[in-house]
C-alpha cells in the first residue's frame, strides 16, 4: 500500500516539502534530543526519574517520571504552530512517528507497561475554536504503537469563568490551579500508572494540576508519569 501511494505521490519532507524523504535532514535537526533529567531540579536523572527529594517538595502535584523527547526553541515552535493551529496531517504522522522512535530509543517504553495514557484536555470552547486537540491526536496514536490503552480526557478541564482581572491575585491563583475534575465514569482498577502525554512542558505547572487532581479522585497510590515532547533548555544553560 505505501508503495503504490509512494509511485502516485513522490515522496516529500512532511515539514518543507522537499522533494526525497519524509523528514529531510534540515528538518531533522529539528528535533534535537533532550538528555533524561529530573523534571523539577533539571539535573540530569536516569530514566527520567524524579529525585525522591524534589518529589517531596511538589507533594501530591509530583509526576513519578517526565520524559522529554527534545529541545523547544524557534524553530520547533514554529513546527508546532503549524500542527497545532492548522492541523496538517503529514506533520502530525512525522511528529508522532519520530516521537515514538525517540521513546523506543531511550527505553523508556519499559516505563509504560500496566499504564493508561490521557491527554491533556482543552476546555469545550477552546476545542470547539480548534476543532481538534493535538495532545489528543498523539496519545491516541502513541497508545496504539504501543498496545496501551487510551482514555480520552480522563481530566477534564473547566471552563474558567468570569473576569480573572477583576480577582485579586490570590483568588486568581487558586482558579488557575483548580480546573481539573476526574472523570466519574471510568475505574483506573488495574492499572499500575498513569501517563499523561502533552506537547511542550515548561514549569510543568499544568501537568502537575492534573496530577493533583487525580491524586485526590484516586484512594490508593498511583504512579504517574507524562511524555512530552518539546521542552526549552534549563535556564541555566541558556546562552543570554
Ligand atoms: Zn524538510
Ligand atoms: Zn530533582
Known sequence: MINLLDSL????????????????????????????????????????????????????RSFHHVFVAWEYNSLSSILLKKYKYNYV???SETLVEVFIESIKRSTFDRQLEGTILTNVPLTKSRLRERGFNQTT???RKVANAFNLPFVEDLVKRKESYGHQALR???????????TFTLRNDFSLVGYSSITI????ITTGATLEAMSLALRENIDRDIEINSLCLFRGKPYYLEIP
Open 89 to 91: 496531517q503529514s506533520i
Open 168 to 178: 485579586d491575585k490570590d483568588e486568581r491563583k487558586e482558579i488557575r490551579e483548580n
Open 9 to 60: 505521490y513522490p515522496k516529500s519532507c512532511s515539514i518543507c516539502k522537499k522533494k526525497g524523504d519524509y523528514l529531510c535532514s534540515r528538518c531533522e535537526k529539528l528535533f534535537k534530543r533532550n538528555l533524561p533529567e529530573c523534571y523539577i531540579c533539571r539535573k540530569l536523572s536516569p530514566n527520567y526519574k524524579t529525585h525522591y527529594e524534589c518529589r517531596e517538595e511538589r507533594g501530591n
Open 137 to 139: 491526536e498523539i496519545a
Open 197 to 200: 502525554l502533552d506537547d511542550v
